[in-house]
Every structure is written in C-alpha cells, then in structure tokens.
C-alpha cells in the first residue's frame, strides 16, 4: 500500500524557537524571552533546564546582556522566512506547520485590538507559503504567551485566561482562516505537569498553598474549556476547516514483565493519554477523577464546562514522537532521559548524545495504540534527532545518522499505514535547526538545512543545505517510495 496519494509531506517549527525579532513591531514580552541557555547545567536533566522564578524572570527582564536569551534571537525566521520557506518548497514541502506567537498580536494579552504589525507579519508568512503551494498548519498555542499574564494571573492556573486566549483566536480565525485550514489548539497539553511556566506560564511561587501540581491541573482544564470553545468558533466561522490535538506521545513499555512493572507502566501510559481521551472522547476518564479525587488535584470546574468539552471535540489527533520509554518499580533502576521526562533505561535501544532511546519501532506501536484508540485520523506532527553537525570545508554537512533515523521511523511509519493507520501527514522536528525547546541550545541541531550561528548567538545566520536536505526531497518526491 505505502502512503496514501495526498500524504502532507513538511516540517514544523514554532514561533519562539525560529522567528527571533522577540521586541520588534509592537511583540510584547512572551515567557519564552526570559528562557535561559545555561552552559553549566547538565543537557540531560530536563528540571534543571526549564526550572523557573520570579527573582529569575525579574532578572531576566532587567538584564542588558542578551547572549544567553537565545530565544530571542532564534534563527530570525522573522526576516528570513521567505528565504526559509523557499528551502521549504524546494524539498517540496506540501506542509509547514507554524505557530503564532500570541505576544505578537496582544503584547501583554489584554488589549481591546490586536496590533496590526504583528498580523501583517504572519500575513506575509501565509502568503508565501500559498504562493509556493504549502499548505500551512498553524499551532494556536506553542510553548508561548504573553508574561505578562503569567506574572499577573500565574497563567493558565486562572480562569481568566480562558477568555484571553478565545480573543486571541478569533483574530487569528478572522485574519487567516483565508489561508488556515488546519490548527491544533495547545501544543504538547499533557507536558504541563513537567513544565508548567512553558506549557501554561505558571511560576510555582506562586500558586500558594494549593501548590504547583494542583495549580498544573487546574490549567489543565482551563484549557480543555478554552479549547472546546476555540472549537466551537472555528466551526461557526470556517465549517471546512479542522481542529487537532497535540500530545507528546510518551511511549512507556514495562521495563520488565512484573506485573507491578505493568501495572505501574500502564498508570504512566493512561496518564500521558487522558489529555488527549478529554479531547476526542469529551469526557474526563473516570480513573483520572478518581485519582485526582485521592490526590486532592481535583481542579474546580463550572457549570456547563463538562457539557462544553462534550459538544466540541477535536477533528484529529496529532503528536510528537521523539524516544520511548520504560517503567520499572524498582528504585535503583538505571535511568534515562527523553523528551521532558526521566524514564528507565531500555537495554535494547541506543541514546542520541542527548540520552534520548531511539526507537523507531515505538512509533510503529504508538500509532496503531492512537489509532486503536481513537478512531480518528492521525498525524505525525512532530519527530526528529537533535545532534551536533560538523561544516565540511566547502559548506557541506554530511549527517547519515539524521539520514538513518529518519528512514527508520519512516519505515515503520509506512508499515503502520499498511497495518490500517488512517495518517494524514507528518511533519518533522524541525526542517531547519532552531533554539531548542528544553536546553536553549543551539547545537542540538535537527535540520535539513543548517544555521550558522552557535549557542551564544555569534554566527553569519547563514542557511546551507545538509545531505539530508536531498534525501528528504527525495523522499517526498517519491511519495515515500524512495527513502
Ligand atoms: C517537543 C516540542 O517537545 O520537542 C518542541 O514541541 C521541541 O518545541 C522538541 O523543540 C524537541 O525538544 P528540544 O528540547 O530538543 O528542542
């Protein structure tokens, strides 16, 4: 069988790791802008990396110093995305999936109009993109928003903020839906609990005593009521376009056959689920509730939240994929790090320099799990190797590995597809290096196309093609007959 014809072909980025120009044409100051690169700490311990203050976010802020903002700067996206999107299209790119930065068209979230800079920006990104026939694939939010509400209402923890983010949606369904057909709501909803000033803006410090976790989901369910409603308009305001979920698919195998090593991996794989179950099925899963209850992190919910997350579920399921994972009882268990998390090491699989387990057969597995599951089309909208790529004398980069994992994880996307997986695309992290999400860096590097520039920003910004660059184009090419 192999892919389907009209398999959407592409890559991801988002707004905070690529466009750069983080306080030009009215942007205000998204909780991204205070993220630090921080040389010292170890790569491998996520915590360590996205762990957040208020005296750090106010010394942020005050500092003149730019280099170790590297969000900021990004890869300037912002002023090379028509050469960007020109790479894009050569590969032959039938999707790009973006985000929008919500600082762009509300600086501090609440103003009564959007600025009309910030918009005429994506305007011109949308543009292009139909102009070279990419099909655009928009995250409402990803890893972004305003500081501002995250200093003043501690982020998603506060109701407010639901409306806030229906405002923010609207303009950008009035001013784009022309061109947007496709949108995700929230990026990676479930990553809230491992980092919850990135995911939702919460600063620990301030969610009393109630403390982090609760306040996690309490935001975690404002934001199933924002995303319902966000649903519920985009139906109004545009009937032929679709609304997808986004979770990072945590893959958790038994570490062992135990059955309290089951028992305990199966806890990890419904937890990592039930922000999606909420989303397709429209109801909170009643294992979920019940352990909720026991913890008491019940968030509190209002009349007519429980009807609204019913009525306006989502179109389509989407995810990254990074490693998989495994679970164990035991205590002294040898563990390993992967995408926001600290899992036990699997025997059986290699590390990326990161410590992340490749495992390509894992998204194979987690493919027919989602769509066993769901019974909703599938899409593979993140999924990618970060490494650190060597620039050949003559400005060629020759990086098989990249080569090697993706046809790997390509394979076994294609046998899942004939295994009866209703995929509708995949789009990989990322086309083009960009600031990494969890260390700040910039060599953790996953592109296509190489940027000159290096952790602290020194650099030409120049884009040159890496091997892999041609093999992804043919790849697409042949409709994933070639790889
Ligand atoms: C995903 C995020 O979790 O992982 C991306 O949605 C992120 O924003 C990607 O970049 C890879 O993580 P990192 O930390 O290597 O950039």
Redo the contacts with the bound molecule.
């Keep these: 069988m192999g892919f389907p014809e009209g398999f959407l072909w592409g890559g991801a980025i988002?707004a905070n790791?690529a466009e750069g120009a983080w306080n030009e044409d009215g942007k205000g100051w998204s909780v991204e802008d205070v993220a630090t690169y921080k040389p010292k700490v170890d790569v491998k311990d996520?915590k360590a990396n996205v762990a957040v203050s208020l005296a750090g976010i106010r010394s942020a802020m005050e500092d003149e110093d730019p280099t170790y903002y590297a969000k900021r700067r990004g890869i300037d996206f912002y002023h090379h995305y028509k050469e960007d999107l020109a790479l894009f299209a050569e590969m032959g790119f039938k999707v790009l999936r973006i985000s929008i930065a919500w600082t762009r068209l509300f600086p501090t979230g609440e103003e009564d109009k959007p600025n009309e800079k910030g918009i005429a920006f994506y305007e011109g990104v949308f543009r292009e993109m139909k102009r070279l026939g990419i099909e655009p694939l928009v995250t409402l939010s990803?890893?972004e928003m305003p500081l501002e509400l995250a200093l003043k209402y501690n982020g998603w923890a506060d109701r407010r903020m639901i409306d806030l983010f229906v405002r923010f949606c609207r303009v950008c369904f009035e001013r784009f839906g022309k061109y947007v057909k496709l949108w995700l709501n929230f990026?990676?909803i479930d990553?809230l609990i491992r980092h919850s000033f990135t995911t939702a803006g919460i600063i620990p410090e301030l969610c009393g005593e109630r403390g982090e976790l609760a306040c996690c989901y309490q935001a975690a369910h404002h934001q199933f009521v924002a995303g319902a409603m966000v649903t519920r308009m985009m139906r109004k305001m545009m009937p032929d376009a679709k609304m997808g979920l986004m979770l990072?698919k945590l893959t958790t195998y038994p570490n062992t056959c135990a059955p309290e090593d089951v028992a305990a991996t199966q806890k990890k794989n419904l937890e990592n689920m039930f922000y999606a179950d909420v989303q397709v099925f429209g109801e909170y899963p009643r294992m979920i509730l019940a352990d909720l209850k026991k913890r008491g992190l019940m968030p509190v919910m209002e009349q007519g939240d429980l009807e609204l997350i019913r009525e306006n579920t989502v179109d389509y399921v989407s995810f990254?994929y990074?490693n998989s994972t495994t679970e164990s009882v035991d205590p002294n268990a040898e563990r390993a790090p992967g995408?926001?998390i600290l899992g036990v090491k699997n025997p059986y699989l290699p590390s990326s320099e990161?410590g992340w387990q490749i495992d390509p057969v894992g998204l194979r597995i987690s493919l027919v799990e989602l769509y066993d599951r769901y019974r909703k089309p599938l899409f593979v909208v993140?999924n990618?190797l970060?490494m650190r790529d060597e620039v050949e004398e003559d400005g060629s980069i020759h990086d098989p590995y990249r080569i090697d994992y993706f046809r790997a994880h390509l394979k076994e996307m294609e046998k899942a597809i004939d295994e009866g997986v209703e995929l509708m695309g995949y789009t990989s992290?990322?086309p083009i290096d960009?600031?990494?999400?969890?260390?700040n860096q910039m060599s953790?590097r996953?592109g296509f196309i190489y940027v000159d520039q290096d952790d602290l920003g020194n650099g030409t910004l120049a884009r040159y093609k890496k091997d892999s660059f041609y093999w992804y184009k043919k790849v697409i090419a042949s409709n994933g007959a070639d790889m």
């Design positions: 988002a790791q996520y990803h890893y990026n990676e990553s990072t990254s990074y995408n926001t990161w993140e990618g970060g992290w990322a960009l600031i990494s999400a969890n260390t953790k996953y």
